[in-house]
């Protein structure tokens, strides 16, 4: 089993970035792929990123392309969303997600979830 905990969401003006923080602890972080998903309110859950195991591999929604960066430290088994020039949009619950394997930016091919980090950017 693998347990991830989100951490880094708050408030923060359009403009303006944050960093996420994806923490797993667990069964050992060997050869997993990892995603951002957020979900708005009333709205779908929608891919944001994905990143392979080794780092090497990058995979982003068209609306975050050039704004966010997803990185990993696997020394840590932490994974990060850097964002910044943040949009009123961009509000959402965030979340971290694992898979064995590569990268996919569908949810239903995560194994595992993390409980979410609150994004909230104010126009």
């Known amino acids: 089993q693998v347990q991830l905990v989100e951490s880094g969401g708050g408030l923060v003006q359009a403009g303006g970035s944050l960093r996420l923080s994806c923490a797993a602890s667990?069964?050992?972080?060997?050869?997993?792929?990892a995603a951002w998903f957020r979900q708005a309110p009333g709205k779908e859950r929608e891919f944001v990123a994905a990143?392979?195991?080794?780092?090497?591999?990058?995979y982003y929604a068209d609306s975050v392309k050039g704004r966010f960066t997803i990185s990993r430290d696997n020394a840590k088994n932490t994974v990060y969303l850097q964002m910044v020039t943040l949009k009123p949009e961009d509000t959402a619950l965030y979340y971290c997600?694992?898979?064995?394997?590569?990268?996919?930016?569908?949810?239903?091919?995560?194994?595992?979830w993390g409980q979410g980090t609150q994004v909230t950017v104010s126009s």
């Open positions: 997600a694992a898979r064995r394997g590569s990268p996919r930016n569908l949810g239903y091919e995560y194994d595992y």
């Open positions: 667990g069964r050992t972080f060997v050869n997993w792929a």
């Open positions: 990143i392979s195991w080794s780092g090497g591999s990058t």
